[in-house]
């Protein structure tokens, strides 16, 4: 099965486009992978960034490419501004506590907040997500609660935590990126 997935990532440039998106930005320094996964691509990103990268994760993988501590979800076993950076890769819109989530990592970091994740407009573009999202999570047994946001939710979601919105633009249509920086403008 995680053969399956692995072509299915390849077959849609999954990792050549989050790394094409976050290594201009990851320019040293510790970051954290919130749902890292076995950490493959945060792998890539440290070898050709030089970052120091580390993740978290709620489920045990069989291969872990980087260091990865499981956690209960909620509560992130990392002392506070220990990262300088904190990256959401597709992670969120599994979660069923995104602001809890967004709040750790809040104290968890220092600097910036990088999310990739998936927005929608109307319930058709919410559909295609459904079906795309347990495509490509199906063989990994993962969550789906199909907690997608449209850009408004996202932008209420951020001020609620006091995150200032540095950098955001839509990659593809279903798709959105974030630079969030910490604390009020």
């Known amino acids: 099965m995680e053969k399956a997935a692995?072509?299915?990532?390849?077959l849609?440039?999954?990792d050549s486009m989050v790394y094409n998106m976050l290594s201009p930005h990851l320019n040293g320094g510790k970051v954290l992978s919130i749902g890292c996964g076995e950490g493959r691509m945060e792998r890539t990103l440290q070898n050709k960034t030089g970052i120091e990268i580390e993740g978290v994760e709620v489920t045990r993988y069989k291969n872990a490419y980087i260091p990865v501590k499981l956690y209960d979800g909620k509560r992130i076993p990392i002392k506070n501004k220990a990262f300088d950076s904190t990256i959401f890769v597709y992670v969120l819109h599994h979660?069923?506590?995104m602001e809890e989530l967004l709040s750790e990592a809040v104290r968890?970091?220092?600097q910036n907040i990088y999310i990739l994740d998936h927005v929608y407009d109307d319930i058709v573009s919410k559909s295609l997500l459904k079906a795309y999202d347990y495509a490509a999570n199906f063989f990994y047994g993962m969550p789906m609660p199909f907690s997608f946001l449209k850009l408004r939710e996202w932008s209420q979601l951020f001020r609620k935590l006091n995150l200032r919105v540095e950098e955001a633009f839509v990659p593809s249509p279903l798709n959105v990126f974030f630079k969030l920086?910490?604390?009020k403008d």
Do not use: C, E, P, W
């Open 12 to 14: 849609i440039g999954y």
């Open 108 to 110: 968890v970091t220092k």
């Open 95 to 97: 979660s069923n506590n």
């Open 181 to 183: 920086g910490i604390g």
């Open 6 to 10: 692995l072509v299915f990532r390849k």
